[in-house]
């Protein structure tokens, strides 16, 4: 690749927006490893479920190999992106330390190349038993578990308007009979509770412990932090493809300007916004070296160091790098 693999990446979703796909709009499957069985998050859940591959199973070319199969002849790769963490140094080639005493890391990107299990041939599927995204409760059931154990603040049902307010930390709902359909009411309410995982008490996010202009840059991100959230959520609740969504020219133009400007914008708005989503569900935030190596079943990378680059937008702490 000679290519910034962020543009790479940036310009798969821009042509998706130019066909009128709306990435983080469109229903996926719970696309996960089909060695590890590990699920992809962020932005590989985007890249990898924006597919139009019916498999949620992917793998790499030596997994192919080593399953007794092999990739189809002229079948290209999807790249799957991960993290690494280096020890800072300073001039002397001395650790850098932090305040909390422990050496200072810096993520850097890497990438993997991925194939779909449709694009393999002798290789036997998983087992029906194995399948992704099956869940015993109904999807509305799930959603609403999801809203009741969220550990965030109020929710009231007042108004006409949906909105999180950061000077109350309260979230405003219409009533729920106000909605077309149960499934947008969901929709709606992972949006603003997504945006209340940015508060000062919780993950303390600038798109929302600081004052922003509408139309801003950084009102821009803090939306769609809120909406790939809103995503997550609702692809774990597996109601996403029962809501309709807006791709109206106006609002597919804003966003393919806003990731024509920055090729990173979509990097760092999946990772806060998976943050924001395992905040919601309860899951333990790990941010140690070895969440950020290569994903478990992964072969060894094929990359060039010119794509050892610093996460966008993060400081040497290991903040918000997880996918």
């Given at each position: 690749m000679s290519k910034d693999i962020y543009e790479i990446i940036t310009t798969r979703f821009i042509d998706q927006l130019k066909r009128g796909t709306v990435p983080w709009q469109k229903p996926w499957m719970g696309v996960q490893n089909i060695v590890s069985k590990k699920p992809y998050r962020g932005i590989n859940a985007l890249i990898l479920g924006g597919s139009d591959f019916q498999s949620p199973y992917w793998l790499t070319f030596k997994q192919a190999h080593d399953l007794g199969g092999k990739v189809k002849k002229g079948e290209k790769a999807t790249p799957v992106i991960y993290y690494k963490l280096f020890d800072k140094r300073d001039d002397h080639g001395n650790l850098v330390l932090g305040s909390n005493g422990r050496p200072t890391r810096i993520p850097f990107i890497r990438w993997s190349n991925a194939f779909n299990f449709d694009q393999t041939e002798g290789i036997t599927p998983p087992a029906q038993t194995e399948s992704v995204g099956q869940n015993p409760l109904h999807p509305l059931e799930k959603a609403a578990k999801i809203v009741e154990e969220a550990k965030i603040c109020p929710i009231y049902h007042t108004g006409f308007a949906a909105a999180y307010s950061p000077g109350e930390d309260v979230i405003r709902m219409p009533a729920q009979k106000t909605f077309r359909s149960p499934e947008a009411y969901y929709q709606t309410l992972f949006h603003e509770m997504t945006h209340s995982t940015g508060h000062a008490s919780r993950l303390d996010r600038e798109g929302v412990t600081q004052p922003i202009k509408f139309g801003s840059e950084r009102y821009s991100k803090e939306e769609l932090i809120a909406e790939l959230g809103a995503a997550f959520l609702?692809?774990?609740?597996?109601?996403?493809?029962?809501?309709?969504?807006?791709?109206?020219?106006?609002?597919?133009?804003?966003?393919?300007?806003?990731?024509?400007?920055?090729?990173?914008?979509?990097?760092?708005?999946?990772?806060?916004?998976?943050?924001?989503?395992?905040?919601?569900?309860?899951v333990e935030?790990?941010?140690?070296?070895?969440?950020?190596q290569s994903p478990a079943g992964l072969a060894t990378p094929t990359e060039e160091p010119a794509l050892a680059q610093k996460i966008p937008g993060q400081t040497t702490q290991t903040r918000g790098i997880h996918l």
């Open positions: 609702s692809n774990e609740a597996g109601i996403l493809n029962q809501v309709q969504f807006d791709n109206s020219a106006a609002y597919l133009g804003s966003w393919i300007e806003k990731f024509q400007n920055d090729p990173k914008m979509i990097f760092t708005a999946s990772s806060q916004a998976q943050r924001s989503t395992d905040f919601i569900l309860g935030q790990k941010e140690s070296l070895g969440e950020s």
